[in-house]
Every structure is written in C-alpha cells, then in structure tokens.
C-alpha cells in the first residue's frame, strides 16, 4: 500500500521545546522547519480525494458500496454452491 509523506510533528516540537529550555537560537529555525511541515499537511489535505464531498454524500457512497459488495457476495455463493466447480477427488 502506498504511503504518503510522513507529517510526525512530535518530533519538531521536542526540538522546539528542548532548545527554549536552553534559550538556543535555534528556535526560530526549529518553529520555521515545524510551520513549513504544517503547511504541507495543509496542502497535502486539500488535494486528497473526497475532501470536498460532504459526510451525508460519503455515508450515500459508503451504503452503495457495502450493498454491491453483498450483492457480490450473494453472488459468488450461488456460483460456488454449482455442481460445475466441484473438484473430483483423486483416488
């Protein structure tokens, strides 16, 4: 399964944290690199598919889905209980 890009912040706001501790100049480096990661998360979610389909058509679209996926099921059964795929038995 493909994987998108990693958006951990935990990591980013350790570094944050830990350097306001020791008053380093570096935290504005570490808040700079922690925004950029926010944004493309940001524009990483605003092109994923479906984000602009509301919950009532992603319920509509889900319940079609589960009932081809019974209908198919169904299906497959009634074919698997025909005597056309029964396998002989070898002696």
Same mark, same amino acid.
């Given at each position: 399964m !493909?994987r998108?890009p990693? /958006?951990s912040?935990?990591?980013l706001v350790?570094? =944050? =944290?830990k350097?306001m501790? $020791?008053? @380093?100049a570096?935290v504005? %480096?570490?808040?700079? $690199?922690l $925004?950029t !990661?926010i %944004? &493309?998360?940001?524009?990483h979610i @605003?092109? +994923?598919p479906g984000?602009?389909? @509301? #919950?009532?058509a992603?319920?509509q ?5 589960r &009932?081809? *996926?019974?209908?198919?099921n169904?299906?497959l $059964?009634k /074919?698997k209980?025909?005597? +056309?795929?029964d *396998? #002989? !038995?070898?002696s």
């Open positions: !493909k998108g990693d /958006y912040l935990l990591t350790h570094n =944050i =944290i350097r501790d $020791k008053d @380093s570096d504005h %480096q570490e808040l700079t $690199k $925004k !990661k %944004q &493309e998360a940001r524009d @605003s092109t +994923m984000i602009d389909t @509301s #919950p009532a992603q319920q679209q889900l319940s079609t889905l &009932e081809q *996926v019974r209908t198919k169904q299906l $059964k /074919y209980s025909l005597c +056309m795929f *396998v #002989p !038995k070898a």
